[in-house]
């Protein structure tokens, strides 16, 4: 009977823990910008310039 309680005391424990996380997730702005990610992709990246790399043993 004594494994019980500890189950859930222990349960209790982490689920207060994780509430508090998620509170503390939304005071702080995790959840304000909710259109940009799924925007972003849309959007092209820009082209990465080609530079070329001779191996340390080439001769030019």
């Known amino acids: ?8 005391l222990v349960s ?8 508090g996380v998620f509170f ?7 959840y ?6 799924a925007v972003r992709i849309l959007y092209e990246d820009k082209p990465k310039e080609h530079t070329s790399v001779q191996p340390s043993g080439a001769k030019t």
């Open 32 to 37: 304000e910008d909710t259109e940009s990610p």
């Open 12 to 19: 209790t424990t982490v689920a207060a823990l994780f509430v």
């Open 1 to 8: 009977m004594s494994v019980i309680i500890l189950l859930v």
């Open 24 to 30: 503390w997730a939304v005071r702080s702005g995790q």
